[in-house]
C-alpha cells in the first residue's frame, strides 16, 4: 500500500524523523486556513500517487493567503500524468507545507531489497532528481549498503555510510540518526519503501524531509489497524471494487484490459499483449471455476476504467467452463451496454458450445480468435483503432 506524502510525512513524524510543519486540506478555503497558521510563504502540494507533481503544475509556492488560495482551487481537481505518461491522477486533496530554505539537497532510501532478504539503504550527496538518472550518469554517487535483519542499522554502521557519501561532516550525525529512524521505521511499520528525496539542509542547519514515498505491505496490514485505516481512503478505485466482488485485480497503465483464469495464465497474456506492442490496463485473474455472474463482475470493473479501449479474454477450460464464460459476457454487453471492442480467446472445456453460443448472440463487438498471439494482436489492432 502506497501512502500518499503527507501520510508518509505523519508516520516520519511519528517516529520522530524531522519534517516541515504542514497541514492537510481538501478545499481552497482549507488550505487557506492552514497557510495563515503556518505563515508565509507556504508550498501548496498536490496529494496524488505519482511523481513529477512540480512539473505538472501541482506544487506551487504562496506568498500570502490570496496566492494559496487561488493556486489550492487550480490544483484541487486537475490531472496529473507520470514522468512517464502514467495516470490521469485526479487529485483530491492537498498537503500545505511551511516554506524551507534550501541549502543542500541529498537523496536517501531503504528499500526491500528481496533477492537479499535484507534492508538496503542507499544514500546519495546527489539529491532532487530521479535516483535512476543519478545511477546511470554518476553511479559512484549512490552509496548502498544492506542492513543486518537481526541487528538493525546501528548509529556506528551509519555514521560509516554517512562518511562515504561525501555529505558535508557537519551535519553527518544528523544524516546518520535519520538512516536509523528510516531502518526502523521501516522494521516496525512493515514498509518495503521509505524514499526520501529530496532530503534537504535548510537555512537552519537542519536535515529535514522534504518528500516522502512510502509503501507498507500489504499483506502486513492486520498488524497495523491505523494505515490499514488509510486503506480505503488512498485504495484504487478499481481495486477496490475488485476486492468487493473476489477478484484479483492489479491496476496498469495501459488501455487494455485483460481478463484471464488463473495467475499463469494472466502473465502470460500480459507479456504476449506486450510482444503484439500493446500496453496492458490491468490484470484481473477470474480464477479457476469462473461462472457467468464472475464474468459480469469482471467486465463492470475492467470498463469502469475510463482508460480502456479494448478487452481481451483469454481463457482455458480446465475447472472453467468456456460456456459459461459465454453467457457471462453475453449478459454483461447486453446488460451494460458494452460497446468497445472484445476479443475473446477460448480452449479447453465446452469451448465449442461457448463459441457457438457467442456466435449465435451477434455481439457487432466481439472478435474470436483460436490462439493466444492472434488474440493479442487483434486487441493491440482495436485497441488502436478506438484512440
Not at 498537503?95 to 541549502?103: L, M, P, Q, R, T
Not at 484479483?248 to 488501455?255: E, H, S
Not at 476479443?343 to 472445456?349: E, H, S
Amino acid at each position: 500500500m502506497d501512502l500518499l506524502e503527507y501520510q508518509g510525512k505523519e508516520l516520519f513524524a511519528r517516529h520522530g524523523l524531522p519534517v516541515p510543519e504542514g497541514i492537510h486540506a481538501t478545499t481552497a478555503d482549507e488550505a487557506r486556513a492552514a497557510s495563515e497558521n503556518l505563515g508565509y510563504p507556504v508550498a501548496v502540494k498536490a496529494q496524488v500517487l505519482i511523481g513529477g507533481r512540480g512539473k505538472a503544475g501541482g506544487i506551487k509556492i504562496a506568498k500570502d493567503a490570496v496566492q494559496t488560495h487561488e493556486h489550492a482551487g487550480e490544483i484541487i481537481g486537475m490531472d496529473i500524468f507520470g514522468p512517464h505518461g502514467e495516470g490521469p491522477f485526479k487529485v483530491h486533496e492537498l498537503w500545505v507545507e511551511a516554506g524551507s530554505e534550501i541549502e543542500e539537497e541529498y537523496y536517501a532510501s531503504v528499500i526491500l531489497d528481496r533477492s537479499a532478504k535484507k534492508l538496503l539503504i542507499i544514500l546519495s550527496h546527489m539529491g532532487g532528481m530521479d535516483v535512476e538518472a543519478i545511477a546511470e550518469d554518476t553511479p559512484e554517487a549512490l552509496i548502498k549498503e544492506h542492513v543486518d535483519p537481526l541487528d538493525g542499522l546501528t548509529r556506528e554502521a551509519a555514521e560509516a555510510i554517512v562518511a562515504k557519501s561525501d555529505i558535508p561532516e557537519k551535519i553527518a550525525d544528523q544524516v546518520a540518526l535519520i538512516l536509523v529512524t528510516m531502518v526502523k521505521i521501516a522494521q516496525e511499520e512493515d514498509a518495503t519503501l521509505i524514499e526520501i528525496n529530496p532530503l534537504i539542509l535548510n537555512a537552519a542547519g537542519e536535515v529535514v524531509a522534504l518528500d516522502s514515498k512510502t509503501t507498507i505491505d500489504a499483506n502486513a496490514l492486520y498488524r497495523h489497524p491505523e494505515l490499514e485505516e488509510l486503506a480505503a481512503d488512498i485504495e484504487d478505485p478499481q481495486e477496490a471494487m475488485a476486492k468487493e466482488r473476489g477478484l484479483t485485480y492489479v491496476k496498469l497503465d495501459g488501455d487494455i484490459g485483460i481478463l484471464g483464469n488463473g495467475a499463469g495464465l494472466c502473465m502470460s497474456t500480459l507479456d504476449v499483449v506486450a510482444q503484439a506492442g500493446g500496453a496492458p490496463a490491468n490484470f484481473l485473474d477470474a480464477g479457476g471455476g469462473s461462472k457467468a455472474d464472475a464474468i459480469i463482475n469482471a467486465l463492470e470493473v475492467i470498463t469502469s476504467d475510463q482508460k480502456v479501449k479494448a478487452v481481451l479474454f483469454n481463457i482455458f477450460g480446465g475447472i472453467t467452463r468456456c460456456d459459461e464464460v459465454a453467457k457471462g459476457i453475453i449478459e454483461a454487453v447486453g446488460k451494460m451496454g458494452i460497446k468497445m471492442p472484445i476479443v475473446v480467446r477460448l480452449d479447453g472445456t465446452n469451448s465449442e458450445e461457448g463459441l457457438r453460443l457467442l456466435a449465435e448472440a451477434g455481439l457487432g463487438n466481439l472478435h474470436n480468435e483460436s490462439t493466444m498471439l492472434g488474440a493479442a494482436k487483434r486487441v493491440v489492432e482495436l485497441a488502436g483503432s478506438e484512440a
